[in-house]
């Protein structure tokens, strides 16, 4: 049995990755926590900490992997406390916790970045694995910086890296900005994508914990790095569909001249927000597919239908 620690565990993808592991037999896994869950179950043992910066090094003892997920998630404010937050968890914890787990003999790291890494968009090429960096944001800037940290950390050592970059993580208890897009879906409300004909590459979050716990188990290759997502690139008009028809419901789109939508979003100090919903962002999992023989379980008009599905059951359950 391997003995699995996971930060971050309480977290959106955390759960969903913590529910899935703690079914399999194969795992005994330790989730340094906040706050104990006395409803715990017995496949999982829970470790009391303040702060992801001030974790005990005991935690690590016959650790075989650790998965860190744990970290500052992305904020468009762009304040300088905001920057120095990103260093402190996204970057310093993370070299901590990296450093700590070498220490004690762990034999792999996997680390959930993101392809903010690459870059915000594509144009006529997808991201691969071997493109050069081009983080535009802060967030993104200290995922690569931590990417960085633990190179340098794990070099010419014996434990090895793995370095996972999705894009968009989607279900029906998503945050952020597509918590959002389904509530508008929800509310029926007419919304500006019609004819919108980008391509954006997503992943749902079943496919994400199903390829973390591909990574668990792949032969050692040495330091790695995946970038995946569902391997079908949808546009903005095309998840709002599939959505829709998850939620059984009617959606009103209506076209909008892309020079107006970026003009009215930079006004309002949404440029990223225009980016993501007009622009392209695209990933070529190639590597994934090939070399760890992954296949998403869910295809993503099937995922991003489920999501409209259990969301709109969601709101029934709670009104």
């Avoid at 829970?46 to 005990?56: G, R, S, T, Y």
């Avoid at 968890?89 to 003999?105: D, F, H, K, P």
């Avoid at 034999?107 to 960096?133: H, N, W």
């Avoid at 959606?251 to 909008?256: Q, Y």
Wanted: glycine residues 6%; positive net charge; charged residues 25%.
């Amino acid at each position: 049995m391997k003995k699995v620690l996971i930060t971050g565990s309480t977290g959106y993808i955390g759960t969903a990755l913590v529910r899935s592991l703690s079914q399999r037999s194969l795992y005994r896994l330790i989730l340094p926590v906040r706050r104990i869950d006395n409803s715990a179950k017995d496949s999982y043992e829970q470790k009391l900490i303040e702060d992801i910066n001030d974790v005990a090094s005991s935690i690590f003892t016959k650790v075989d992997v650790v998965i860190h997920l744990a970290g500052k998630a992305h904020d468009l404010s762009g304040s300088k406390e905001l920057n120095d937050e990103f260093r402190r968890v996204n970057v310093e914890a993370t070299a901590r916790l990296a450093s700590q787990a070498l220490a004690a003999g762990v034999k792999r790291f996997i680390y959930l970045s993101s392809i903010g890494v690459c870059g915000s968009c594509t144009q006529d090429m997808a991201f691969t694995e071997d493109c050069i960096p081009h983080p535009s944001t802060d967030y993104a800037r200290s995922k690569f910086d931590s990417e960085e940290a633990i190179r340098d950390i794990v070099e010419g050592s014996p434990m090895e890296a793995i370095f996972i970059r999705p894009p968009l993580v989607y279900s029906a208890s998503a945050p952020g900005n597509f918590s959002r897009l389904l509530k508008l879906v929800a509310l029926g409300l007419p919304l500006p994508f019609k004819n919108v004909k980008n391509k954006r590459s997503i992943v749902a979050l079943e496919n994400l914990v199903d390829f973390i716990a591909r990574c668990i188990e792949q032969p050692s290759r040495g330091n790695d790095l995946f970038l995946i997502s569902d391997d079908e690139d949808v546009s903005t008009e095309q998840i709002v569909r599939y959505l829709a028809q998850g939620m059984n419901r009617r959606v009103i789109l209506f076209p909008v001249p892309r020079k107006a939508a970026r003009s009215l979003a930079i006004s309002l100090g949404k440029g990223q927000m225009y980016t993501q919903l007009y622009g392209s962002l695209t990933i070529d999992c190639t590597k994934a597919r090939e070399t760890l023989t992954w296949v998403p379980r869910l295809a993503v008009k099937d995922a991003l239908r489920r999501a409209g599905s259990e969301y709109s059951h969601t709101l029934l359950s709670t009104n």
